[in-house]
């Protein structure tokens, strides 16, 4: 499981002067350092000392690609110069005796530190330097205790929430790293939604959320039952993201996404299911029958009845693979890990294809009970491959359609489960008097790319 890291770069004097330039210049720089592992889905933070014997700038790490011969590239992004240096001495005398050892050696060579030294690390730094406290709070061992301390219920609940924002994320191509900046909200007893602890949570009233919002369908009928939302963008699209649920944490049942695209008017909605580890297996299972499994498909099956014959408007948005929008995603249970930002390994399925396999001799066990695995499963979307056909709006309801499916939200909220529901607009290009023309627009548009593309290419050596 990924989690969030700390290294400590001692920056030699032969480097000093072209890194500081690079921060002059670009904001960013990258080094040589020796080969070290850490998931780029989680947060690593750069402790750099540009002055021997102290701490001088922060900032946020990324391991790139091989530097040569047991070396890697050190990307750094975000670097905020201290407005005081910390020294190591003042570090080391705020150290408990369990971490010290492991600190101490990293202050003395450089690297990345384990876990505990990482968050040992954080409490000693704000409490030398209060002001820093705000900055790195989200990998304080205050906060790990916060979110372990939560019913088991509540974590699982916040867990699969993660999950369906990350891959509402995903489809509408929004860097899903900024998630990690997740807190543990002040009243968390309170707190109903994952959304709570983001930066980018706005509160329902917001004018811009409530606009984004009603573009979907229907939005009115299901406004009451909303606690709050995030507002995530890039240069190209914005998704508006609302959990929409009236329990306690603890006592929700599980979550749905509902995507809607608006460019298509298409809906996909996307229901989890936990596989279980037994023991003496070899992968996770998910036994059926479930009879809470065949409630929900019953409701869904009522719903495609009612939108089957609303056929599409001939236009080239409009076309679908097929036009069944509900899939079920069955992945291992989920741990609560605000610090990875990654997609959970799962098996998108169809409806239609789990018709088919709830009915396949094939997953008859031994002893006559029916188990779906990786290894008998058949086929199934991977997170990849579902990011990419939902996103491009080859499969979901068509425009017709989606008018119709609104009674379906209501219903699934009075269930007890939580519905994650993401409107992703594409950013058009301005216009009317003054403005920029089309062209002009793409061409500025197209610049950012480049750009965007450029930062890349010198950030993956």
């Not at 072209?18 to 933070?45: C, K, T, W």
């Amino acid at each position: 499981m990924a989690r969030a890291g700390g290294y400590i770069l001692k920056v030699s004097k032969s480097r000093q002067e072209a890194l500081l330039n690079d921060l002059d210049v670009r904001g960013l720089f990258a080094e040589a350092v020796p080969y070290f592992q850490h998931s780029r889905n989680a947060p690593l933070i750069c402790f750099i000392s540009f002055q021997p014997g102290y701490v001088t700038h922060i900032g946020k790490g990324r391991r790139g690609v091989s530097a040569g011969t047991d070396l890697s590239r050190l990307n750094v992004t975000e670097v905020v110069e201290l407005p005081e240096p910390i020294s190591f001495r003042d570090i080391r005398d705020e150290l408990d005796g369990h971490v010290y050892r492991h600190i101490d050696q990293r202050l003395r060579s450089g690297g990345l530190l384990p876990p505990a030294s990482f968050s040992a690390l954080v409490d000693a730094l704000s409490e030398l330097a209060p002001d820093l406290a705000s900055t790195l709070q989200s990998y304080s061992r205050s906060r790990a205790q916060r979110i372990s301390s939560l019913p088991e219920r509540a974590r699982d609940n916040l867990a699969e929430q993660k999950e369906s924002v990350a891959i509402a994320m995903s489809i509408a191509g929004i860097d899903k790293r900024q998630l990690a900046d997740w807190q543990p909200p002040a009243d968390m007893d309170a707190s109903t939604s994952y959304l709570d602890g983001l930066d980018a949570f706005r509160a329902r009233e917001d004018a811009m959320v409530i606009a984004d919002l009603r573009r979907m369908p229907g939005f009115d009928q299901v406004r009451e039952m909303t606690h709050g939302s995030a507002v995530f963008e890039n240069d190209f699209s914005r998704l508006t993201v609302t959990i929409a649920n009236h329990l306690p944490l603890e006592e929700q049942l599980g979550v749905d996404l509902i995507y809607f695209n608006e460019t298509f008017q298409s809906f996909v909605m996307v229901q989890y299911k936990a596989m279980e580890q037994v023991e003496g297996a070899s992968e996770a299972v998910f036994r059926f029958p479930s009879a809470q499994l065949d409630i929900e498909i019953s409701r869904m099956d009522d719903h495609l009845n009612h939108i089957r014959h609303a056929t599409g408007n001939g236009t080239r948005t409009d076309y679908r693979f097929f036009e069944n929008p509900f899939f079920l995603k069955f992945c291992p249970r989920l741990n609560f890990n605000p610090d990875d930002t990654g997609l959970v390994k799962g098996m998108y399925i169809p409806l239609d294809y789990w018709r088919l396999c709830a009915t396949d001799e094939e997953l008859v066990g031994p002893r006559g009970g029916r188990a779906l695995t990786y290894s008998n499963v058949g086929r199934h979307l991977n997170n990849t491959e579902f990011v990419q056909v939902v996103s491009k709006g080859w499969i979901g309801t068509n425009a017709a359609q989606s008018a119709l499916l609104i009674p379906l939200i209501r219903e699934v909220i009075q269930t007890g489960r939580a519905v994650t529901l993401a409107v992703k607009i594409d950013k058009r290009p301005p216009d009317g008097e003054g403005e920029s023309s089309l062209e002009e627009w793409m061409n500025a548009e197209g610049t950012r790319a480049d750009e965007s593309v450029q930062i890349r290419l010198n950030e993956s050596f």
